[in-house]
């Protein structure tokens, strides 16, 4: 638990930049990255059964929007857009691997969450599922 809401601590904070950034430089894709991260920020700190599902859900669609934004202002620039989108992923990868951290630590879905079945190459080792192989 401590770990998963120290990353949401972090994450809350990564989430405030980009909220901060697309309020002063008026920017939706970065507004629309710093509340996707928001989201995420708080299903880590609930450390519910759900927040799982919520944390990757909202982090990958943060680096959707935070991509299609540093390629729109690329363009509209004239900038180099395979460095802007370097630049994206070097920045990206920092928040995406809290949110993956955080997420790790969480607990596992229980009776009263969302259901939520992992495709064979994502299970965690030790799946109950994977005995009868």
Do not use: K, N
Not at 91 to 99: E, F, I, K, M, R
Request: net charge negative.
């Amino acid at each position: 638990m401590l770990v998963s809401r120290a990353t949401g601590v972090i994450l809350l904070l990564y989430s405030g930049f980009h909220t901060a950034i697309g309020l002063w430089v008026p920017q939706f894709p970065w507004l629309l990255t710093g509340i996707l991260l928001i989201i995420g920020a708080i299903a880590l700190l609930a450390c519910q059964g759900w927040s799982r599902i919520v944390v990757y859900a909202t982090a990958l669609a943060a680096a959707a929007v935070g991509l299609i934004g540093q390629v729109a202002a690329a363009g509209q620039v004239d900038a180099d857009i395979p460095l802007a989108v370097i630049i994206w992923s070097l920045w990206t990868s920092l928040w995406l691997a809290v949110a993956y951290l955080g997420a790790r630590y969480l607990p596992e879905p229980g009776p009263d969450s969302w259901e939520l079945v992992w495709p064979p190459f994502a299970r965690p080792a030790g799946d109950p599922a994977d005995a009868g192989r």
